[in-house]
């Protein structure tokens, strides 16, 4: 990935002009063709692709998934769109054997697949020669970076296997050949073949509701994804699953011993379309269902579109947690709708997202809570500030490589702060007509800002200096403008805080009916060192160690590791070797390695027992750190 460079701001057409007539394509095999940003802060480091040359404008997939063998192959048939003059499309390739390149009539190829350079893999060059579709007939290996294949007893049910994939930001090049770059955009269509006792799903139109033959013990599945997508928004899931309607658009797929609870929590998901349509436009994917996964699935939820996969951790019982499902719905604008041409500009997609995931649970639940959430969020940016070393760390930047949750975090504040400057309906105004500019394009930092100047500041001297645009998009730390609304309900929660850490017992504490994030704010919020007998007092009377609520028991777990308090360790082990949250499991190795020897004895010990159900990608990035940490 690039280095933290200020890019010289570009405005008005310049900063959004596109690849046009040099890349004529004939009508007779005419596609709904996304656009790609020409600017010089839109090209892509951690792609080998050549988009402005050639590139990718759908992909057909024709595979199997092999459980026995744990691989996934077939057939990719990619449309290319080509420069005048240029003879070659560069793809991205992760570990695949290519058994063969051809044209559409079968006629062989030229193609040379490079040398590998880590998790970007290899440049597949194909020579074209005059081809305007290609099929790669490939194999992915069996440890294909993006896909999770899980044994039974890694399953709510312990009786079937299960797979599935999880792409961003680079992994998808890891199960099938693409221009695998947020900036390429490509329609795209599958035939997934699997047992015949499993359902496939994926991040697409159905087109197969109940399957099709396709030999002995097999069934195929077809799909279609007729709007242009970002590569790693293609997802697949293969499992026991069960699906249930939760609104005219919406519903839920999961393995039958998980949809009873699924369903419930998951009650108001129509409900919060509606009320993202209310504020930003309509939902132009057509449905919105959820696939909620088995415990191994690393992150909290992954936007993939028209089917959101989520971590089973959220379900709680009392919906106290949903905000993660807001938070992937609005995804369906910022990310999806508009992608981040470059991971750089990250924060377009998750800082955005952020902010719009709060609006949301402010339209359904009330100020009150989404004030609660935003708090906790000025929380955690506050942290990572200081985790990163303080603010003037390049790592507190927006634009570039931010350290922590810094893309999330300071994104959804600067989105406040320009919400509070310019007002709502201002701001709502222009947010709503930004996502219908920029539908199915990709979008730059620098594209952002001369957007936000055309079309608000307007040569505005004043409320230029005002907003601070450049200080907040290029600048460490957080500028002097920035917005923190503070919730009264934690205010009352510090003051927990404050009583106990000053001796009151936990008895006393008026914690009856605390919600997950007042329940954060306590914990989060004590001092690190505590004594034994507090921890033990905490323990006795609200019964941490064996909660159900990840988010609890999580920030309980760290709180325990960094007093070494050892009655912990049961809950400790429990924890790790069930869950595969990145966001819980990640923080808590962390601890155990600033604890010396007996730390780290014990998160080696934990992640050898644990990492059979981690996916890789969070697997290698604990391997990495405890080899790091000696």
């Known amino acids: 990935m690039a280095l933290f460079t200020r890019r010289t701001l570009m405005t008005g057409a310049a900063a959004l002009s596109l690849a046009g007539p040099a890349l004529a394509q004939s009508r007779a095999d005419r596609r709904k063709v996304?656009?790609?940003?020409?600017?010089?802060?839109?090209?892509?480091?951690?792609?080998?692709?050549?988009?402005?040359?050639?590139?990718?404008?759908?992909?057909?997939l024709d595979l199997e998934a092999d459980f026995a063998r744990k691989v996934i192959g077939g057939k990719a048939t990619l449309d290319i769109l080509a420069?005048?003059?240029?003879?070659?499309?560069?793809?991205?390739?992760?570990?695949?054997?290519?058994?063969?390149?051809?044209?559409?009539?079968?006629?062989?190829?030229?193609?040379?697949l490079g040398e590998k350079d880590g998790d970007k893999g290899s440049p597949l060059k194909i020579r074209l020669g005059g081809a305007k579709r290609l099929v790669i007939t490939y194999e992915a290996s069996p440890g294909a970076t993006a896909l999770q294949w899980l044994a039974p007893e890694l399953t709510a049910g312990k009786v079937k296997p299960f797979l599935y994939s999880q792409g961003q930001a680079i992994l998808n090049r890891s199960w099938f050949p693409t221009q695998d770059s947020p900036g390429v955009r490509q329609t795209w269509s599958a035939r997934l073949v699997v047992p015949a006792d499993l359902v496939a799903v994926m991040s697409a139109e159905r087109l197969t509701p109940k399957g099709e033959p396709a030999g002995p013990g097999k069934r195929a599945w077809r799909f279609r994804m007729?709007?242009?997508?970002?590569?790693?928004?293609?997802?697949?899931?293969?499992g026991d699953l069960a699906f249930?309607?939760?609104?005219?658009?919406?519903?839920?797929?999961?393995?039958?011993?998980m949809m009873a609870k699924a369903a419930y929590e998951l009650a108001d998901t129509e409900k919060m379309v509606e009320a993202a349509e209310r504020l930003y436009g309509p939902y132009r994917w057509g449905r919105y269902d959820v696939l909620v996964l088995p415990p191994a699935f690393p992150y909290g939820g992954m936007e993939n579109a028209t089917l959101t996969f989520l971590t089973p951790t959220f379900i709680t019982g009392d919906?106290?947690?949903?905000?993660?499902?807001a938070h992937e719905l609005a995804h369906s604008w910022s990310g999806n709708l508009v992608t981040n041409a470059t991971w750089p500009d990250v924060w377009l997609n998750e800082g955005f997202t952020s902010y719009v995931e709060n609006r949301i649970m402010e339209a359904i639940y009330g100020r009150e809570r989404a004030v609660m959430e935003a708090d906790l969020a000025w929380d955690g940016l506050q942290s990572d500030i200081r985790e990163l070393g303080g603010p003037a760390d390049p790592r507190t930047r927006l634009y570039g490589e931010p350290g922590g949750q810094i893309d999330y975090f300071k994104g959804e504040t600067f989105l406040r702060t320009l919400e509070t400057l310019l007002g709502r309906d201002c701001w709502d105004g222009y947010l709503r007509g930004y996502f219908d500019r920029h539908a199915f394009q990709p979008q730059t930092t620098a594209g952002f800002l001369a957007d936000l100047r055309r079309e608000v500041v307007k040569g505005d001297a004043a409320l230029e200096a005002k907003l601070k645009l450049d200080e907040w998009a290029y600048g460490p730390g957080l500028p002097a403008n920035a917005v923190?609304?503070?919730s009264a309900r934690l205010a009352e929660v510090d003051r927990s805080v404050k009583a106990f850490t000053e001796g009151r017992p936990a008895a006393s504490l008026p914690a009856k009916g605390w919600t997950t994030q007042e329940w954060q704010r306590f914990l989060n919020n004590l001092p690190r060192q505590l004594q034994a007998a507090q921890l033990a007092d905490l323990d006795r009377t609200f019964q941490l160690n064996a909660s159900a609520n990840g988010y609890v028991r999580s920030a309980w777990l760290e709180l325990a590791i960094a007093n070494r308090w050892e009655p912990?360790?049961?809950?400790?082990?429990?924890?790790?070797t069930s869950v595969g949250r990145g966001l819980f499991v990640n923080p808590l190795y962390t601890g155990l390695t600033r604890q010396g020897d007996w730390g780290k004895a014990l998160a080696r010990q934990y992640f050898a027992e644990a990492k059979g159900g981690y996916h890789p990608s969070l697997s290698d990035g604990i391997a990495r750190r405890l080899a790091s940490a000696g």
């Open 319 to 325: 919906r106290a947690n949903v905000s993660l499902v």
């Open 484 to 486: 923190h609304n503070a």
């Open 226 to 238: 007729p709007h242009p997508v970002p590569t790693y928004l293609v997802a697949l899931g293969v």
């Open 244 to 257: 249930q309607p939760l609104g005219a658009r919406t519903g839920v797929y999961t393995e039958p011993a």
């Open 83 to 112: 420069r005048d003059g240029v003879d070659e499309v560069v793809l991205d390739a992760l570990d695949l054997k290519i058994a063969s390149v051809t044209d559409a009539r079968g006629r062989p190829l030229q193609w040379i």
């Open 34 to 60: 996304a656009p790609i940003l020409t600017t010089a802060d839109a090209v892509d480091s951690r792609s080998y692709a050549r988009p402005r040359d050639a590139r990718v404008t759908h992909v057909d």
């Open 568 to 576: 912990a360790l049961p809950s400790l082990r429990a924890f790790l």
